[in-house]
């Protein structure tokens, strides 16, 4: 038999390969024992840092329980207003209703019939662009007065939207959360963004107002305190007629 050929390798390869050799183990123990610094699972602590922050996610008290737009027995309504003349007279810029559970029925810009001059953005967040396309103030107070006619309205300062939209409405199918005695602090009205803080623990009005906020806000005032609120209406009403009876009886007497 042959022997084989022992072969003889280059005394530099032979100490290449023995370096390769020792720096490959020392890598895969670092490997081992970083392995064993870390948590089980990268991804599993990606996740529970989001569940973390789910935790903390606020509910906004103002979103709707549902999704349900049908016209109720009340809706809340509120207006933003532009500048009309020289700027310090106010028309109607957008009107939105809201039904009973806050879902919007109708939600229009509206041009107004005189030109416009301020848009009020910073507060009214209407854009010239907003009223390129909008509805004609007829068309659209046509429709509210449809909307509203029979049933309970409710806003805060009602009287403003009213007038900016040449409208009436029964007194006594009117809720305002501006006059609303409870609401009151030393017989004066507070504002809407401070109601719908303290009674709601919601935020609005921080910046340029959404009259959809606005009116869900009314809209949750009125239904937390729906029960006693129509309660002090019956007892004024019948405290009312006992009032004229007495009157009329002094007149006879007289």
Same mark, same amino acid.
């Given at each position: ?8 390798? $280059? ?9 390769? $050799? ?76 809201? =039904?009973?559970?806050? $879902? ?55 009287? =403003? ?74 007892? @004024?009403?019948?405290?009312?007629? @006992? ?12």
């Amino acid at each position: 038999m042959k022997k084989s050929k022992q072969t003889h390798m $280059n005394p530099n390869w032979a100490q290449l390969q023995q370096k390769l $050799n020792l720096n490959s183990s020392k890598a895969s123990r670092t490997l081992n024992d970083f392995e064993e610094d870390m948590p089980k699972s990268i991804l599993g602590k990606r996740k529970e840092r989001i569940d973390d922050d789910d935790d903390d996610c606020e509910i906004n008290p103002l979103h709707p329980v549902n999704d349900d737009a049908s016209l109720t027995d009340a809706v809340a309504m509120d207006c933003e207003m532009v500048g009309v003349g020289n700027g310090n007279k106010s028309a109607l810029g957008r009107v939105t209703l809201v =039904n009973k559970w806050g $879902n919007v029925i109708y939600d229009e810009f509206v041009r107004p019939m005189e030109r416009v001059v301020d848009f009020r953005t910073r507060i009214s967040g209407i854009r010239p662009r907003d009223l390129r396309k909008a509805k004609d103030f007829c068309t659209a107070q046509k429709k509210v007065a449809e909307l509203i006619k029979g049933r309970i309205l409710v806003g805060h300062a009602l009287s =403003n939207d009213l007038k900016a939209l040449l409208l009436s409405h029964p007194k006594k199918d009117i809720r305002d959360t501006s006059e609303y005695q409870p609401f009151l602090k030393s017989s004066s009205r507070v504002a809407l963004r401070h109601l719908a803080a303290e009674h709601l623990g919601a935020k609005i009005q921080s910046g340029e107002h959404c009259p959809i906020d606005d009116a869900r806000a009314a809209m949750l005032l009125y239904q937390r305190n729906r029960k006693e609120w129509e309660k002090s209406l019956k007892d @004024n009403f019948r405290t009312k007629p @006992n009032k004229k009876k007495r009157k009329k009886k002094t007149d006879t007497k007289e």
